[in-house]
């Protein structure tokens, strides 16, 4: 099928390899010069494992363009991907999600195209988006006699650091139209992941347990909807476990067993049950604060969300009074936080806890030293009063530290030759702010192990 993904971020950009990569003609547009250049120069411009090696695999069908007029036109489904970041009152900003919607109408030309929203979107959005494309339509002059187009939302729910696992191996696939024909054309789109038929990339095995993937096929708003429940869910899920982790270190039980030992019931699962510093990225935080400002729309509280947003504020300020309470002062004490990204694999740092941790330890005078083994360059880039903060080696870091805390769970500080730098610290203090480090092993080697939780 004809393809094309407007926006290539990390959402547009796996999309658009991955259905080329199952042997769809896609067409990727964005308006960012640079980052087009890039990928057609077969660069990835963000951080993601076997990104760029798909691309190579994919290439034969993958175009790059800044021009709408190049993908729109002729395309059976057309996949919006721009980011809808947070206005200050909690609702997602839809400005560029009304700017591609209006520049796709104005290129559509085809017997009948899908417009999917890929973005998360508030619910109802996609009658707001049938609205713009319909009104863009209206007032081109050229507008073809044969032409119908019809909305859908198709959730995402890719790990970043997981894109390419997660979109060729999904859990499930989510469409939601109004329209059967827009259903249709999507099941047919999906039909290599749903049955999965396609030989699987060099470097990306088919799970074993992947036969065929269940298909969600469903309205608009339930689509719309089950993207916000599924991460609020997560959010949530992972906000519980460090509730107990708290309780669990009060009552002076291990935390680590207790959820291993609730994870086994399969009712409630093993997955995303990890206590530490809590929850950051583009989706968790964004999500579950457009699901409360929708449900303020509807004079509708949500205080189960809304607790889990708390408790995992609250969790990056008990690091930062874990560290207080051991070193008595921060002022002047130099803290080393190890990981700036959200999470491990990725160079993303939206609403990572490591920056939250950072200004609440500056502004108790504390000196901060940060690493990375990979977002450290966008760090610079997107944060460059901050910047001095960065360390490059991890021996700057260590040197003369009072605290160290592992923030970001990334193998190279679990696979760490601690021993090496134990020597280089003031008092060597480490919070395990992912409860991941051996305490045995790191009181051997000489630390004060403080864990997150119990
Ligand atoms: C995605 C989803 O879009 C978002 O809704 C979800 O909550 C998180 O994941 P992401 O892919 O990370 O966001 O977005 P981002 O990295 O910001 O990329 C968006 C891309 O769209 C950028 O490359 C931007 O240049 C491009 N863009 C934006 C356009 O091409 N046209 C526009 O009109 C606006
Ligand atoms: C998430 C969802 O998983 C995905 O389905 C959705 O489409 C987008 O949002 P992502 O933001 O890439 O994906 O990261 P994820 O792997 O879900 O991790 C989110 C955060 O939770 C990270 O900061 C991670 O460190 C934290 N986390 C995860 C925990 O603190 N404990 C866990 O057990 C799992």
Not at 100 to 117: I, M, R
Not at 181 to 206: C, D, G, H, K, W
Not at 283 to 297: M, N, P, Q, R, V
Not at 422 to 428: C, K, S
Request: charged fraction near 25%; aromatic fraction near 8%; include cysteine.
């Amino acid at each position: 099928m004809k393809v094309c993904v407007v926006g290539t971020g990390y959402v547009g950009l796996t999309t658009g390899v991955s259905l080329a990569f199952l042997g769809h003609e896609v067409t990727c547009v964005d308006l960012d010069q640079e980052k087009v250049d890039m990928l057609r120069g077969g660069r990835c411009p963000i951080y993601e494992p076997g990104m760029e090696e798909l691309l190579v695999e994919a290439a034969q069908n993958l175009t790059f363009t800044t021009s709408y007029a190049e993908g729109v036109p002729g395309a059976d489904v057309v996949f919006v991907a721009v980011q809808t970041p947070s206005a200050p009152d909690g609702s997602p900003d839809l400005r560029y999600l009304r700017s591609a919607a209006e520049s796709v109408a104005q290129s559509l030309d085809h017997e009948f195209t899908v417009v999917v929203n890929k973005s998360t979107v508030p619910i109802g959005s996609g009658n707001w988006v049938d609205a713009i494309l319909r009104d863009s339509f209206a007032t081109r002059a050229d507008r073809p006699e044969n032409c119908e187009f019809s909305v859908a939302s198709n959730p995402e729910f890719l790990r970043e650091g997981n894109a390419i696992h997660d979109t060729l191996f999904p859990d499930r696939i989510v469409i939601g139209s109004d329209n059967p024909r827009a259903l249709e054309v999507l099941n047919q789109l999906y039909r290599p992941l749903i049955n999965q038929t396609f030989t699987p990339p060099s470097f990306q095995p088919r799970p074993d347990d992947t036969t065929a993937v269940p298909l969600v096929s469903t309205d608009l708003a339930s689509a719309e909807l089950i993207k916000y429940a599924a991460n609020a869910f997560l959010a949530l899920k992972i906000s519980y476990v460090n509730e107990i982790g708290q309780l669990a270190g009060k009552v002076g039980a291990d935390i680590t067993e207790v959820a291993r030992g609730i994870g086994l019931d399969q009712r409630i699962g093993s997955r995303f049950l990890e206590p530490g510093v809590g929850w950051g990225g583009s989706c968790f935080g964004k999500d579950t604060k457009a699901l409360i400002a929708t449900a303020s729309e509807y004079k509708y509280d949500m205080p189960i969300v809304q607790a889990a947003r708390d408790v995992n504020q609250r969790q990056r300020e008990i690091a930062v009074e874990r560290l207080q309470s051991e070193l008595r002062i921060l002022k002047g004490r130099k803290i080393g936080l190890l990981g700036v990204a959200f999470k491990p694999n990725t160079d993303d740092l939206r609403d990572s806890p490591a920056l939250d941790i950072a200004s609440l330890l500056v502004a108790r005078g504390a000196r901060v030293k940060l690493h990375d083994p990979i977002a450290g360059d966008r760090f610079r880039r997107e944060y460059p009063d901050m910047a001095p903060h960065l360390s490059d080696t991890l021996d700057g870091v260590f040197d003369d530290c009072d605290a160290i805390v592992l923030v970001t769970k990334w193998a190279q500080y679990l696979e760490l030759d601690w021993g090496k730098f134990v020597g280089l610290m003031r008092t060597p203090i480490v919070l395990d702010g992912r409860n991941v480090l051996d305490q045995e092993r790191m009181e051997r080697l000489g630390y004060k192990y403080i864990a997150m939780a119990g």
